[in-house]
DNA sequence: AATATATATAATAATATAATTATATAAGAC
DNA sequence: GTCTTATATAATTATATTATTATATATATT
């Protein structure tokens, strides 16, 4: 199977791959999906920035959305072809996972 | 084995590869080593620019120079991992894979 | 209905990227 | 040495990216 049927679609795909906050998120959502907030709380960057990096994450299909109630849970996707490929030899974040494990969480 | 040991070297990797120019790049390098005049004729960018492509590339370790008289060949560095992990379901580009055919080469 | 919480979108500003042209370097030919 | 060819670097410009703050929307609670 190829990565994508061209390099417009693929250097879309890396451009989204670039960036070290998502790269930190899709670590994140390797463990299990996660709200908004508690992404923010564990990326330590602002509510809106979270935000906007799910959408390009979204745009590109590497992740799906969930909603309950009032909040979205994001998870991997796993039928992306490229996602697939990389996940397995996904560096951990220890730091990230531990702040994940001490955050109070968002959810009453 | 894992990408990279930390995801600032992974997201700098991914970087290199979020240009459409440098995906044909790799993809004409996956024929043979290729030397930047010859380059130069099938991307149709100017000389520079496929100079500073190949810096970013050499940068990360995508590719190795090898340096014969005047001429400059690079190729694609088989040591690493993300590009091994990658290259066997690269796309191809016809077009480009044709223009190289044609092209007259800038060896005399 | 009013308020609080979670998320998304818009506007903005700082920085990074990728192309170009101009110039420098280095090797080969004469 | 001078000229040509191949490549690299510097300077510049246009565009893209990523963060922030401000605001909008949507659900839940009282």
Not at 63 to 79: A, I, M
Request: hydrophobic share 35%.
């Amino acid at each position: 199977m190829v990565l994508a049927p061209s390099f417009d679609g693929l250097s879309e795909d890396f451009k989204v791959l670039s960036d070290k906050t998502r790269l930190r998120i899709i670590g994140l959502l390797r463990l299990k999906e996660q709200c908004v907030c508690d992404l923010t709380e564990v990326l330590q960057i602002s509510q809106p920035g979270v935000s906007q990096h799910m959408r390009r994450l979204k745009q590109v299909g590497f992740v799906k959305e969930r909603k309950d109630g009032q909040w979205v849970y994001y998870s991997l996707n796993t039928e992306h072809p490229l996602l697939m490929l990389l996940l397995p030899q996904w560096p951990a974040h220890p730091e990230d996972e531990e702040r994940l494990l001490q955050s109070k969480g968002c959810r009453v």
